[in-house]
């Protein structure tokens, strides 16, 4: 773990550079795809992504002062450090930030800085996310699409939901359901219990 | 040792085997009438021997193992639980300051085993404990630079707290923390205040943002802006999370450094004074502790612990510890009767629930009037509170929660600043100290001016929770490298009390 968080500092040094001499956009995306995902740029359709080998064309340099509009991270090795070179993009629209192991709560109330633009975001299987790091999503006031399936770490599923639901009247949630955690009434024997109970009530 | 030898006799005594040659005695062939039939008592022995002979082996074999070294037993009876003799650095206190200031003294040392650290705590259920009984916040929206640098570091460690404080094999830790934010509202007469408090903020480095009543309102509907002029909200690295899972991490983390810990009260140290005169001719009287008396839970034993230096950690009773040192105590308008200002304050803490209050983005609003008040938990509940005024303090001789002050105080304010708070349940409560400096409410960090080798940490009054990572730090950098080498907290020394220059906090909750 320290040896990655390391190589991500080291990461981080190296582009103060890429920052000044190309700007911020080219200096995230020279940081995504080395961390081998993909970006996008506003206007584009096709995803720069490295190949197997974490090899990648350097085509993106052309694209000096265009914003980007789409950053993959899934599965990358992205922290709360790595999100530094994020923060600046501030027309960034989709983020997929699937199966990330190091994205927790604290990445999450990073997030407030899309609060403007971001439409789409996508955390599912990101097991370190809790209800409590959901609860900082409030600020992104524009989003869509909220991807938050398999995150083993909350509890209270389908309560989680409504809240979030409530939070963010214009979005529409993916991946959790407000049945979760309530048992089916469908069941005999369950309603055959509840009968009982309600005659020895009255 | 020769008189282990001595107890060996006393305290080994093999099974009786004595009894066995007696009966064989008895049953000679040429006494053939005087071998009884019926279970005579020595018949009876005879059979206890061999039913209790596995037993009486492992009795024996016991003994011989404790006999031999390396075991714990000692011919004298040695109470359980006394600290160690001689120490280098006793911590008075063991709540999240003092086990903070623990760890970082482990963390910050040279060598291996370089200092012995002894942690002395009076109540093992910390059940009076201020660390465990507070509400948990976390913010930078402070006014001295100092305490918003402390903040930005508490942030950060509670952050990666599992490199800093996991113990191998042990299970992961889990603050609990949720980034809500904390959210200031002032009135006409604040608002400069809030804006100048702004601007140091942003200077530093924190993360706080600044909002009329219009996006007040647009941000979080459910408030009332009548009255509200400005409000500034924090949005990254404030919060609140869990002080006893914190406790316990800085206390796990430092017991497998070495950190001795002992359940006892300190009842008094022994120093020594010397009578000297200062360059303006003035005489003071210096003193250097020597021991420090620490007395056993439930009994008249005390332990004189002699040590280099000791470190007031003691929260709330920082003053009684520091009048056991003769701080206090000498000619009016000396340095002498300069006494330490700290004193408990009893601030209650209610939970209440409510079924149409504010969802998932509820910050820790805080009011002008003082009340605060945060969501708890997914289910509705919330927990608000208030610090009364100097008139209206409660007495502190116990922890009882007086019911009346959140009716007539509280709830007012609440029910007009979120009107869905009109019908509301108060479901529990509960009381702590708050470690009250009543000179300037800012914390006292660094050694005394004439009791040089007394420490203090203590004062915090109300935010000691969020700045213990880096007072434990900073105390640590004060007594190893003899100087602050990270955040310069010079501004907390407790020469500020002598000279009266008081470090106002003016964002106090």
């Known amino acids: ?202 | 040792m020769n008189f282990a030898s001595v107890a060996v006799f006393r305290k080994i005594r093999p099974p009786d085997f004595g009894c066995m040659v007696r009966i064989t005695a008895c049953i000679s062939p040429y006494n053939n009438f005087s071998r009884s039939i019926s279970t005579s008592k020595l018949l009876c022995k005879q059979e206890d021997v061999f039913k209790d002979l596995e037993k009486e082996f492992v009795k024996f074999r016991q003994k011989v193992k404790d006999v031999l070294p390396g075991s714990n037993w000692t011919p004298f009876h040695v109470t359980p639980g006394l600290p160690p003799e001689r120490a280098d650095i006793v911590i008075v206190g063991g709540g999240v300051m003092g086990w903070s200031i623990a760890y970082w003294l482990k963390k910050k040392e040279m060598i291996r085993d370089a200092v012995r650290v002894v942690v002395v705590e009076r109540d093992p259920s910390y059940s009076r404990a201020s660390t465990v009984l507070s509400v948990g916040g976390i913010r930078q929206q402070f006014s001295m630079p100092e305490n918003i640098q402390m903040s930005l570091f508490g942030c950060s460690f509670l952050r990666n707290i599992n490199e800093h404080l996991g113990v191998v094999n042990e299970e992961p830790i889990d603050i609990q923390y949720n980034p809500c934010g904390y959210l200031f509202v002032a009135n006409e007469s604040g608002a400069t205040i809030l804006e100048e408090n702004y601007r140091i903020q942003k200077e530093e480095g924190a993360k706080v943002v600044l909002l009329t009543p219009t996006k007040l309102k647009e941000k979080f509907p459910w408030v009332n802006t009548d009255g509200v002029a400005l409000a500034s909200y924090g949005l990254e690295n404030e919060g609140w999370f869990d002080p006893w899972s914190l406790l316990n991490a800085f206390r796990r983390k430092a017991l497998s450094m070495g950190v001795y810990q002992c359940f006892g009260e300190v009842t008094g140290f022994k120093y020594s004074t010397r009578e000297m005169v200062t360059s303006d001719g003035e005489p003071v009287v210096f003193k250097r502790i020597h021991h420090v008396n620490v007395q056993m839970p439930d009994s008249k034993e005390y332990q004189p612990v002699e040590c280099a230096l000791v470190v007031n950690a003691a929260g709330a009773w920082s003053g009684k510890v520091a009048e056991m040192a003769g701080i206090g105590t000498g000619l009016p308008n000396s340095v002498d009767a300069v006494k330490l200002p700290v004193e408990p304050r009893k601030r209650f803490v209610y939970v209440f629930h409510s079924p149409d209050g504010p969802g998932l983005d509820c910050p820790l609003l805080i009011d002008y009037t003082g009340v605060y008040f945060r969501r708890e938990g997914l289910a509705g509940n919330y927990i608000a509170g208030l610090s009364p005024t100097e008139e209206e303090e409660p007495s502190i001789s116990n922890l009882e929660v007086d019911y009346n002050f959140f009716h007539e105080k509280i709830w007012p304010d609440l029910a007009s600043r979120v009107p869905t708070f009109e019908n509301l349940k108060v479901k529990s409560a509960w009381a702590g100290y708050y470690d009250y400096n009543t000179f300037d409410q800012n914390a006292i960090i660094g050694p005394h001016p004439l009791v040089n080798n007394m420490y203090f940490a203590t004062g915090f009054s109300g935010h000691g929770l969020q700045h213990s990572p880096a007072t434990g730090r900073a105390v640590a950098e004060l007594i190893l490298d003899t100087c602050f080498k990270t955040i310069d907290l010079s501004a907390f020394s407790f020469g500020r009390l002598c000279y009266g220059e008081k470090a106002l906090e003016r964002n106090i909750v």
């Open chain 1, 1 to 202: 773990m320290r040896r990655i968080l390391l190589h991500h500092n080291y990461y981080k040094r190296y582009y103060g550079y890429t920052k000044k001499r190309y700007g911020d956009y080219i200096a995230a995306a020279y940081y995504i795809l080395s961390q081998n995902g993909g970006v996008r740029f506003a206007g584009q359709e096709e995803w720069f992504r490295a190949d197997r080998g974490g090899k990648f064309s350097w085509d993106f340099l052309k694209f000096k002062n265009i914003p980007l509009e789409a950053v993959d991270a899934s599965e990358t090795l992205m922290n709360y450090d790595g999100l530094d070179n994020l923060v600046p993009l501030k027309e960034l629209k989709y983020l997929y930030m699937n199966h990330c192991p190091h994205i927790d709560d604290w990445c999450l109330s990073r997030l407030h800085v899309f609060q403007d633009s971001l439409v789409e975001l996508s955390l599912a299987g990101c097991t370190q996310i809790t209800e409590r790091g959901l609860a900082a999503l409030h600020h992104l006031r524009h989003l869509k699409h909220l991807d938050i399936s398999h995150l083993d770490r909350v509890a209270d599923k389908g309560l989680v939901c409504i809240l979030l639901e409530e939070m963010l009247p214009h979005c529409e949630i993916i991946g959790m359901s407000t049945e979760d955690g309530l048992t089916s009434l469908t069941d005999e024997s369950k309603l055959a219990k509840i009968r009982v109970q309600n005659v020895s009530d009255t």
